[in-house]
């Protein structure tokens, strides 16, 4: 009954028709048994220097090999020679295989480092086998270039492996959801009619509104579970985790020490390891059945989708979890930069709406207030006008307005609204893909720690034999004095990594100090008029330039600093290397932007007693619009320049150079291959594809974007806009490149987002404070407030540009530093809160300068206070857990007691049924003696009369105990059960081996 | 082999003999079964008008009746009788109890409400017996009175329950703990020696160094644990713990449709249930063989005992995990208290210690500097001179010096060390207890909201009668709508509340500002002289009187404010109740406090413009030694005023003179039962016990006292130390409490303290806010910091006091407020920034006040960044796991997969033998066409030969199949063992039922 779909799901190799067309590759020679994963290895040239024999026997038939669980080479001919349950050819293969092996690679005259790999391969490939995994091996044919080592996991296996990793999988039990009633339901229908245009086109895996219950996969319970096929039940990328939880953990004692695929890749016993791909991505003629890579290819990685939403289900099912949250997270960060784009449009409008009715702006250009500033630079600069500054004053007031505060505040609250919206949106995906609950697995420790181990074992032992025979204490883990040279390096070289930061600002800025000198004293009136622009423009893309290698460089280095540290796990060793990354890079990027918010122009001192670097260069000073602007110029160049640079040409030409180099030099080799290739395989195809190198790269480009966005938003407005634009092509981008550029990366679970969520949280937090410097000191916000309510004679903003520029009189001017041409020019003016000349102390900081410090310093007090008032407010209102998702989770909980209490139930009644047959042939008596041996203790219960048969007298013992056997019966047939699923349990009986 | 042993550990009832002899009560009258749950209701007086048959019935004989597992009343009869294996009395009781309740409850006259209540019992009880509880009851002679019924849980309901609880239990596997070697363990043994004193005389449940592993206790796994007696596997806690969880989700559906115990508590229907104490608590003679009881109340709940440790893994074996971590959190905050009150000593001392070489209260008592001060008060005080405040200055001196500072960081820090440190402790306990991944439970809803809910839908069906007919909608919740009466109340409860503490605190000001008026204008000098002292002393004294009164009738409030609320669940109930029982308590506690901290003396005005309050009396002004002085005094008394008054007199003297009360009373109605009664059993004794009623007011009062020790710590650094010497105290009066006052609680598992943590970490957070205040604003710190970096000529604070008093021309003085008898003075002084009479704005604020506010607020910024930065890198740099129980996890984790891996292999190598048997007497082939209906389809692999016998064929199919059921009768086997338990596996195949 169940024999014809099965059937029909096991996909039959037929390299002609439809839509397996491209799937050539995807099983084995027997187009049965799937290709879960495949091994890579280099066949040297050499390699075809073998004995004819070995080459021909292997060159008739491929060499399949397969095997049960945990055969023990001992007992498993008896098993197999006596049971006859166990077929004869798997068991008898083992032998079969480690004969083969031993004759093929033991013969053969290879160098010692490649005869010694080739040992290696033979005893893991043993290992495999033995823990039940199925190999396939290329035809010994090729001579050179890459060999495949393919492996299938059987349906016991996977069971195995899947009990162990504790993977979730659908139940039969399912229930409905809720249907909203009213005008819920009616405003959700009109929603999703709205969001219609926006859905991917994706083969729907949901029911409707039926959800079913999903529960750790057990061998036990296969009856609970919705196998149609035991082919298809557990999908492509989990098949591939399953094997991949082998490939790490199966060891290697005879010929190298170690455990797991990953130490072989890095020793180069293998070269790649990675499960496969769906088949080809493109999709030719009939779009009916796509497989999944065809469907992600078509509506979701390609740039005509970038409005549609992303089947993230579809993703993880491809890639795994925490591929799957990556772009989940990337989906919801640049969902939300949308509101966020539009308040800042709206902000900047605000800001151009403004500018023409804003006082302070009106009167620095008023050209009938005679402000005469004094001179920028000692000599050679005269007196200028303030006037003449009217640009950069109009061009402040854009970004440099009070709608600007509201919307610091605004992107505070938007930065903890997004993590939290994170939050339960990852709480809900870990809930749809039956995440919660997992624990976090056992990790081995890394190659090239158990290489450090095992020389600092070696090392000891043979300091021992020098001093003297002493019993061996077992050295287990490397402690922080074998990492004390590494830990030294790191520090010292982030330490340089540091200096070199600051000295690149730093030279940015004497770049920036020396030049303007030299253009201020150049004679050429056009260029002096140019002196801010050009110096400004042309540092800044310095600037940028010097982040952008710096950045190549750090990354680098970062990942040689870790490697350093000798982390013990990969776990650990991407903690350390996302935090040092992230160190370096924040650095990297942010050093000029803090230089130009917070100390740029705020060591000029003062006419007269200016501060000078080098010998007579004056520190230099802030546009007269404010330090706001040149913030603004530095951190939109900066952030689009990156982006720009960084998306184009690291992320798209670099890759297409590389492939184009390769492919050039694959046409030079591949010629003389081509005759005896046969039309590529799969696993050929994916070989030729960029190994899948981490998603960390991927996460800190965008959380150094998420710091343009949050942390100077105050000063550009835009920022969350040109974030947008370069998310919407940066998803898009990702998912080509994973979809058709990658190989399959092996699916790994992953609950949360990990260490990032952390940073991002870490920056939202300081980004609260970072805004309220800027807005407090950056900006002019305060002084002028202060100005409207203790100053100012009628309330308004009129004689605020009077009021910030403070007296000098020209005559202070030391030696030499005096314009040349003064004129009649006795006093002039410059930006400050100082005492005026005729002041008792004179240049001395005003009682104004005192106050509006105050009122900054009180700003940035209240503001933190508000927005974290405001973050704490919106974390605790939000739950972390939607409302639906805990109901839901309560009723599934609640489901899956009632499935067992029900299983228990029909225990019971089975119990019953059987003990009706039991009696029949068997009498309970003749094991009277043993059931009664641990506590039925006959007549023990004074109080009660003795049982009217013999078996009820112990109510603790006997009857438990019979009751308790019972139950393990009702487990048989359970457990009988499941290879003829649906039938009623009523049936089995009969069928019980007694 | 088993049996011997096994007897051993079954008590027997022998009212007379040792150890016992206390524990008369513990179990049923059989001696054997233990009481693990008590349910008490009242026997009202006429239930003695019954019918002499039942009463003669049940009179003679106690009825016990038991049963086992899911029996279900259809099916019973029929295992029973044939069968054999279930005891037959057994089964035919639980007729025979419907029988019984039918028979005694349905003939009895009783009123209907009480008649009712019987009928409830009736079935509750049998749900009770169905669910697989055994019940005894009293005999019936008791005409009135309390009645009991006592539950036994038997093995299979403990196996069952334990199973669905997850809980988890040690197996026989066991791993040796790492020694330390070298130097830490010569060190460690220093340390025990050291602590031999310190530790209570627990006996030892560890074995040395050997840990067991643990696993969540499973039917099918039974051979793991180490079960030695199936009477004492399970502890009385969890025995209670799982007899709860039964009761707490039976339902009486026939008769009142609730489900569980609170109901029918809440209904009246029971008076109580409580699991039984382990017998007396007072040890007579024979110390050896004490009760876990007498272990605590001899070792831990005594004040003899305060030096030692807790015994805390007693405590939770006791009480459970949840009370367990209440007294582990509060040993480690009363240790962490040491240190701080140490340290709070030293910065004590060192005021002491420099109040003679002080500068600035050297210059305030100096004669020679002749400061006259403006009046205290309009008219009727006169000027006085500065050096009469000496006494005050000096004082302030000793909790105002810059070790405050130091302090007031530290103890930022040690909160959060504090909190580390619990988190590190919480976890190691959750290790040791093996609460590590235990999940949430489902809670079922609380009586009162079954109720309103109830009350709902009759009225909406009656609704839909009155209008007409239509589809009933299920009302499954109550919505908001059915809440708002009970949000509203509650927030205008809590503003009203609010406006009460804040009106409590400004009556005392206004107490304080009239008297102070009042007594300045008395005509006695003594009276004058004494203003300050009295007017603090008793203001304090009326303030600590209303927190009091307050925080009582704010308890009773915030209790009845969340039920009218109709919190769903008892977890939410008891968050919403903490949230608002701590918002008020701590408003309550707090606010004269922060007035006193942050706004007293600061709206005084200045001479010749007071601010006056009502009419005429001015506000009042801080002592002119700082307002850190009256800060400390108002602390010091509130904090010690409401420990000692509420430790001694509400929670020692209030339930001594209960008792006493409730001992009067009973002696007056025991001695008409004196005749018939036995000895008291130990349901009796519990029962005469107060009930648990939570950990909230326990924690609670810690919290607040938290409060004092972080909050204000800056101005009175003694704090820690009196709340060390409280605490010392709190720990025994809590665990004498526990053990011999209040009924056994029901053990609860808990991970954590749980919202605590949470308002902890709040506090702590708050607290470097608070303290940043305190010393920038309320203590002289920044302005002496200020003056002496700016201001001072010399470098020193010579001239401090000078600097910060201002000039004030008394002609200047509104009419009728200057001083009747002026003499010749013309300035006076006070404290005070402003601009003297002779400057162009006098009076205003000076240059320096700007100056000193802007020192202020960039202190507060300072402090706080640091403060958080400093908390941030302990937090991060403190693993929150420690790094030994993390291995010790790791470690678990691989020994349970190898344990279940060597299961595995097992299972295998039994599969062969039994294999070897199968077929001798069972063709494999007789199932050959069903085995094969699933998935094996012969010759399927082409590529394959086909195998030698027709088993081999289908590898995915018959062979793995056969594997399969092989895996089964290895389960078979296990389940079969562990009645015998430590017998080898090999053994038992030949018993196996085939």
Known sequence: MQTAPSEDKIPVVDSTSGPQSNGEGLYFSDGRRKVDYVLVFHQRRHGSIRSPTSTSVSHDRLSIVSNGNFPQSAGLHAAAGVGGAIPAGEAANVDEVFMELGFAGGNEPAEPADHEMHLIRQEFEANLLEAG?????????????????????????????????????????????????????????????????????????????????????????????????????????????????????????????????????????????????????????????????????EEWARYSAFYKYQPIDLVRKYFGEKIGLYFAWLGVYTQLLIPASIVGIIVFGYGVATVD????????????????????????????????????????????????????????????????????????????????????????????????????????????????????TAIDKLTWKDRLPGYFINVSSILFMFGLTFSAVFGVIVYRIVVSALMAMSPDPETKSNVRVTVTATAVIINLVVILILDEIYGAVALWLTELEIPKTETNFEERLILKAFLLKFMNAYAPIFYVAFFKGRFVGRPGNYVYVFNGYRMEECAPGGCLIELCIQLSIIMLGKQLIQNNIFEIGIPKLKKLVRSLKDKGSAEEEREEERPPQQWNLDYALAPFEGLTPEYMEMIIQFGFVSLFVASFPLAPLFALLNNVIEIRLDAKKF??????????????????????????????????????????????????????????????????????????????????????????????????????????????????????????????????????????????????????????????????????????????????????????GSKRPHAGQGFA????????????????????????????????????????????ENENSKHTASELPF
Not at 267 to 278: E, I, M, N, S, T
Not at 777 to 801: A, C, E
Not at 947 to 974: E, H, I, K, N, Y
């Open 133 to 297: 995994l199925e190999i396939e091996r290329d035809g010994e044919s090729k001579a050179h270039g890459p060999s495949f080592t393919r492996l299938h996991a059987p349906w016991p296996v996977l069971c195995r492996e899947a009990e162990f990793l504790k993977i979730k999988v659908p139940t039969k039990t399912s229930y409905e959801l809720k249907e909203e009633s009213g005008f819920g339901s009616s405003m959700s229908t009109v929603w999703q009619k709205l969001n219609q245009p926006f859905q991917p086109k994706v083969p729907q895996q949901d029911h409707g509104r039926t959800k079913f219950l999903s529960h750790c996969f057990s061998r036990d319970k296969l009856h609970l579970y919705n196998i149609t096929s035991k082919d298809t039940f557990f999908d492509n990328a989990t098949r591939g985790r399953v094997v991949y939880e082998i490939l790490r953990r199966t060891v290697c004692v005879r010929t190298c020490q170690t455990i797991g695929i990953s130490t072989l890749i890095a020793k180069g016993v293998y070269d790649a390891a990675f499960p496969l791909h769906d088949g080809d991505f493109r999709v030719d003629g009939d779009a009916d059945d796509r497989n999944d890579r065809q469907v992600l290819h």
């Open 739 to 924: 979809v058709a550029e990658l190989r399959r990366p092996v699916a790994i679970r992953a609950k949360d987002i990990g260490i990032w969520y952390n940073i991002l949280s870490g920056m939202g937090k300081f980004s609260v404070i970072i805004n309220a410097f800027v807005i407090s000191f950056t900006s002019d916000f305060i002084p002028r407030l202060v100005y409207q309510y203790m100053y100012s004679q009628t309330g308004t903003m009129h004689g605020f540009i009077d009021h910030t520029l403070s007296h000098f009189n020209v005559s202070s001017f030391k030696p030499g530093t005096a314009p040349h041409n003064s004129g009649d020019i006795t006093l002039c003016r410059y930006k400050d809160y100082r005492e005026p000349p005729w002041s008792p102390d004179a240049y001395q900081f005003s009682k104004q300068y005192w106050c509006v410090l105050a009122a900054r310093l009180a700003f940035v007090i209240l503001f933190q206070f508000m927005s974290y008032t405001a973050i704490l407010m919106v974390a605790w209102g939000i739950p972390d857990v939607p409302k639906t998702i805990m109901q839901q989770l309560k009723r599934e909980k609640k489901l899956l007691v009632d499935v067992f209490l029900r299983e228990e139930k029909e225990k019971f009644q089975l119990i019953q049924s059987l003990f009706a047959k039991d009696t029949t042939h068997q009498q309970p």
């Open 357 to 472: 009715t804003n006082i302070p702006s009106l009167e620095m250009c008023d050209e009938r207030l005679n402000f005469t500033m004094c001179p920028l630079c000692d000599g050679a600069c005269d007196f200028w006008r303030l006037n003449t500054a009217c640009g950069t004053a109009r061009a402040s007031h854009l970004f440099d307005n009070p709608a600007t505060v509201f919307f610091a505040i605004f992107m505070s609250l938007w930065a903890v609204l997004f993590l939290e919206h994170w939050k339960r949106r990852q709480i809900s995906l870990s809930f749809s893909w039956d995440l919660t609950g997992i624990e976090e697995e056992e990790e081995h420790p890394r190659p090239r720690y158990e290489t450090i181990l095992r020389q600092k074992r070696q090392r000891k032992q043979k300091n021992k034999k020098h001093k003297k025979k002493t019993s061996e």
């Open 937 to 980: 203790v006959p007549g023990r219960y004074s109080t009660l009369p003795p049982g009217p048969t013999q078996a009820s007298s112990g109510d603790g013992g006997g009857g438990q105990r019979a009751r308790c056997r019972a139950a393990s019966f009702s487990q048989v047939t359970r457990k009988t059960l499941p290879t003829n």
